[in-house]
């Protein structure tokens, strides 16, 4: 067997300051080995398999050093140089973690043009979804340049910018991200099996992971590599039923207002539905061209003007459009007479489906005069046309599948362990929204797992809020985003955890929104209260504690020791407010210091207050003295 290092230890790599250092590799059984660093030298043997792990003196911030690695009895010797002791972070999450500076432009072109830091290393964890946990990984320790960093996460670089900067010291981060991954196989096999919530679906899983059934299916995967899980869309039946035409068709329909998913009206499964709404448009209008805009349709779509197809987007179960608007033409001869009957039909195969919108992309115009439009969000009426069952996997789960319990943990995890590390920055959730309930036991899991795996009790934990997506409102009673930013809270009840609030630096249009910069800076805000004890403010204000006066509400807020102030100076919005009756309305807010008092006429004996409830609270304006902003909350648990 050849001499070999663990992966991680490359010319370039950075090593924890202040930290005794594993190091590890393979060699000939049984041979004796010689190891060198920093002045330090250890003596080791070789087991059975060839493994050899020994653990160095701690050393303190600098460098470079040489690591080298010696077989006395055959002189067989591996040396690695430049390397640098510094500060070293995982980043880790799913695609808003993974997303590039080049993904970000051209919102970070300075930053990527002024991207030389020879003292910040990064180290990429390729994608792999194998079955059964794996020793290594491929990969390079790089040193930060405009070309190197094109391939970096956004948010890990401006994250070690910034650490590396405030502190003085060379930076690593290792980056192992893969969008659209659950936080379910970042964990362990154990932590998922210790777990009420996940036992059972870990076990069916490996009732059927390896039977000659499930390898058949894996013989035809798609072109990623995954085998694909979804239902087909088992045919256009409405328009048989004249469902596109012009005509009374709707007046059983059930009245919806969008933009809104179906799932937001009762209707929790994935399917097939209709919507339809008879506009009167104006004289002048007749006979021009206009132009249909819809917003988003989740996931596939036919749209329809007076029985006409005017476009359509996806086919089969391509998953790539769900947020993408909807802009057709409406040819001049459908436009004949004093109103126009549209209908959209939209197959979602996996998880919500609707017309998400925004509201303002909502509206129809003539192609030549696009200021003057007709809004189309509001009511409108919706049938189910077919309903395919709640579906919430998109691939079968098993070899080359993100989702799969565990496997990601044992594929981009497990052979980073146990590296040296200061501790992880993880940005993730949008894949769990529909998982809210149980996602603060499977993030609280996730930290106290990655703590026990490495060895670290004390390994620093730092996580993205959830900033706000899809159509602005605000208050969404059952917002699946505003419940997912709520179990990430819980998490902070865990020492040396901290978060990043990122509310306002969503996009309505995008989950994957590019101001990525000010999102590692707050991450890297974050790190230096808690982690490294700066004295700076670790994030935005938190409530701390509700007090019920007569008619007010009287919320104080931790973070805010430079007093609450609203980001535009005027009146605090989106708190609201319910009595026994459990009816919230718009409150108005008063501030004082680091209290708001918040309070409604209409509503008497106020028992709960809610603030910035909605997956995209957009009006929300609370922050401290320093302009973080505050995070959403809510008192009640209904």
Same mark, same amino acid.
């Given at each position: 067997?050849?001499?070999?290092?663990?992966?991680?230890?490359?010319?370039?790599?950075?090593?924890?300051?202040?930290?005794?250092?594993?190091?590890?590799?393979?060699?000939?059984?049984?041979?004796?080995?010689?190891?060198?660093?920093?002045?330090?030298?250890?003596?080791?043997?070789?087991?059975?398999?060839?493994?050899?792990?020994?653990?160095?003196?701690?050393?303190?911030?600098?460098?470079?050093?040489?690591?080298?690695?010696?077989?006395?009895?055959?002189?067989?010797?591996?040396?690695?140089?430049?390397?640098?002791?510094?500060?070293?972070?995982?980043?880790?999450?799913?695609?808003?973690?993974?997303?590039?500076?080049?993904?970000?432009?051209?919102?970070?072109?300075?930053?990527?043009?002024?991207?030389?830091?020879?003292?910040?290393?990064?180290?990429?964890?390729?994608?792999?979804?194998?079955?059964?946990?794996?020793?290594?990984?491929?990969?390079?320790?790089?040193?930060?340049?405009?070309?190197?960093?094109?391939?970096?996460?956004?948010?890990?670089?401006?994250?070690?910018?910034?650490?590396?900067?405030?502190?003085?010291?060379?930076?690593?981060?290792?980056?192992?991200?893969?969008?659209?991954?659950?936080?379910?196989?970042?964990?362990?096999?154990?932590?998922?099996?210790?777990?009420?919530?996940?036992?059972?679906?870990?076990?069916?899983?490996?009732?059927?992971?390896?039977?000659?059934?499930?390898?058949?299916?894996?013989?035809?995967?798609?072109?990623?590599?995954?085998?694909?899980?979804?239902?087909?869309?088992?045919?256009?039946?409405?328009?048989?039923?004249?469902?596109?035409?012009?005509?009374?068709?709707?007046?059983?329909?059930?009245?919806?207002?969008?933009?809104?998913?179906?799932?937001?009206?009762?209707?929790?499964?994935?399917?097939?539905?209709?919507?339809?709404?008879?506009?009167?448009?104006?004289?002048?209008?007749?006979?021009?061209?206009?132009?249909?805009?819809?917003?988003?349709?989740?996931?596939?779509?036919?749209?329809?003007?007076?029985?006409?197809?005017?476009?359509?987007?996806?086919?089969?179960?391509?998953?790539?459009?769900?947020?993408?608007?909807?802009?057709?033409?409406?040819?001049?001869?459908?436009?004949?007479?004093?109103?126009?009957?549209?209908?959209?039909?939209?197959?979602?195969?996996?998880?919500?489906?609707?017309?998400?919108?925004?509201?303002?992309?909502?509206?129809?115009?003539?192609?030549?005069?696009?200021?003057?439009?007709?809004?189309?969000?509001?009511?409108?009426?919706?049938?189910?046309?077919?309903?395919?069952?709640?579906?919430?996997?998109?691939?079968?789960?098993?070899?080359?599948?993100?989702?799969?319990?565990?496997?990601?943990?044992?594929?981009?995890?497990?052979?980073?362990?146990?590296?040296?590390?200061?501790?992880?920055?993880?940005?993730?959730?949008?894949?769990?929204?529909?998982?809210?309930?149980?996602?603060?036991?499977?993030?609280?899991?996730?930290?106290?797992?990655?703590?026990?795996?490495?060895?670290?009790?004390?390994?620093?934990?730092?996580?993205?809020?959830?900033?706000?997506?899809?159509?602005?409102?605000?208050?969404?009673?059952?917002?699946?985003?505003?419940?997912?930013? /709520?179990?990430?809270? !819980?998490?902070? %009840?865990? $020492?040396? @955890?901290?978060?990043?609030?990122?509310?306002?630096?969503?996009? #309505? *249009?995008?989950?994957?929104?590019?101001?990525?910069?000010?999102?590692?800076?707050?991450?890297?805000?974050?790190?230096?209260?808690?982690?490294?004890?700066?004295?700076?403010?670790?994030?935005?204000?938190?409530?701390?504690?509700?007090?019920?006066?007569?008619?007010?509400?009287?919320?104080?807020?931790?973070?805010?020791?430079?007093?609450?102030?609203?980001?535009?100076?005027?009146?605090?919005?989106?708190?609201?407010?319910?009595?026994?009756?459990?009816?919230?309305?718009?409150?108005?807010?008063?501030? /004082?210091?680091?209290? !708001?008092?918040? %309070?409604? $006429?209409? @509503?008497?004996?106020?028992?709960?207050?809610?603030?910035?409830? #909605? *997956?995209?609270?957009?009006?929300?304006?609370?922050?401290?003295?320093?302009?973080?902003?505050?995070?959403?909350?809510?008192?009640?648990?209904?």
């Amino acid at each position: 067997m050849t001499l070999r290092l663990a992966s991680l230890f490359q010319n370039h790599a950075i090593l924890q300051r202040d930290q005794p250092l594993p190091v590890w590799g393979w060699a000939e059984p049984g041979a004796l080995l010689r190891i060198s660093l920093g002045g330090h030298v250890a003596v080791t043997q070789a087991g059975a398999s060839g493994d050899f792990l020994v653990r160095m003196p701690a050393l303190p911030a600098g460098g470079p050093h040489t690591l080298s690695v010696t077989i006395p009895a055959t002189e067989e010797t591996l040396a690695v140089s430049d390397i640098l002791i510094g500060e070293v972070w995982l980043a880790s999450g799913q695609s808003n973690m993974e997303m590039t500076l080049e993904a970000c432009l051209p919102v970070c072109e300075t930053d990527l043009a002024t991207a030389d830091f020879p003292e910040i290393r990064f180290f990429n964890v390729p994608r792999r979804a194998h079955l059964g946990p794996e020793r290594t990984v491929e990969g390079e320790w790089r040193t930060l340049n405009p070309a190197v960093a094109r391939e970096c996460s956004a948010v890990g670089f401006s994250f070690a910018r910034r650490l590396h900067s405030a502190l003085g010291v060379p930076v690593g981060v290792i980056s192992s991200s893969w969008g659209g991954s659950n936080i379910k196989s970042w964990l362990s096999r154990s932590a998922l099996a210790h777990n009420p919530a996940t036992a059972q679906w870990l076990a069916d899983f490996e009732k059927v992971a390896w039977t000659e059934t499930r390898w058949e299916a894996m013989s035809n995967p798609d072109p990623d590599g995954r085998v694909c899980n979804l239902p087909k869309d088992p045919g256009n039946t409405g328009v048989e039923r004249g469902w596109h035409l012009p005509g009374e068709v709707d007046s059983d329909w059930q009245s919806i207002d969008l933009p809104a998913t179906w799932q937001s009206a009762g209707h929790p499964n994935t399917g097939v539905f209709w919507f339809r709404r008879v506009i009167e448009i104006p004289a002048s209008w007749r006979g021009r061209e206009l132009v249909l805009s819809l917003g988003a349709a989740d996931k596939q779509d036919i749209t329809y003007v007076n029985g006409i197809e005017v476009g359509r987007m996806g086919k089969d179960r391509e998953d790539a459009y769900w947020n993408v608007p909807r802009v057709y033409p409406v040819p001049g001869h459908l436009v004949e007479s004093p109103t126009l009957t549209i209908a959209v039909r939209v197959y979602s195969f996996v998880y919500d489906g609707g017309l998400s919108g925004p509201a303002a992309s909502m509206k129809i115009h003539p192609a030549d005069s696009p200021a003057d439009c007709l809004p189309l969000s509001g009511e409108w009426r919706c049938h189910r046309e077919h309903d395919l069952g709640l579906v919430l996997e998109t691939h079968l789960m098993g070899q080359g599948e993100r989702n799969t319990p565990h496997i990601l943990f044992d594929n981009m995890i497990q052979p980073l362990i146990p590296y040296a590390l200061r501790g992880a920055i993880w940005y993730q959730g949008e894949s769990n929204a529909s998982e809210h309930h149980t996602y603060a036991r499977l993030h609280r899991d996730l930290i106290l797992d990655w703590r026990r795996q490495w060895g670290l009790p004390g390994l620093a934990f730092h996580f993205v809020q959830l900033p706000g997506f899809k159509t602005p409102q605000d208050h969404e009673p059952e917002s699946t985003w505003a419940r997912l930013r /709520e179990a990430q809270v !819980a998490a902070l %009840s865990l $020492p040396g @955890v901290g978060m990043a609030i990122t509310l306002e630096l969503g996009d #309505a *249009d995008d989950i994957h929104p590019k101001n990525k910069m000010p999102v590692g800076e707050r991450l890297a805000q974050s790190a230096l209260s808690i982690t490294y004890g700066t004295g700076a403010t670790a994030s935005g204000p938190m409530v701390d504690h509700v007090e019920i006066t007569g008619s007010r509400i009287l919320c104080s807020f931790r973070n805010a020791e430079s007093g609450l102030v609203t980001t535009d100076k005027t009146s605090p919005r989106t708190f609201y407010v319910a009595g026994s009756d459990r009816v919230f309305h718009l409150a108005e807010a008063v501030i /004082e210091g680091n209290t !708001a008092s918040v %309070s409604c $006429p209409a @509503v008497s004996e106020p028992v709960a207050v809610r603030y910035a409830w #909605a *997956d995209n609270p957009a009006a929300a304006n609370l922050a401290s003295g320093e302009g973080l902003p505050a995070s959403p909350f809510r008192t009640d648990t209904w």
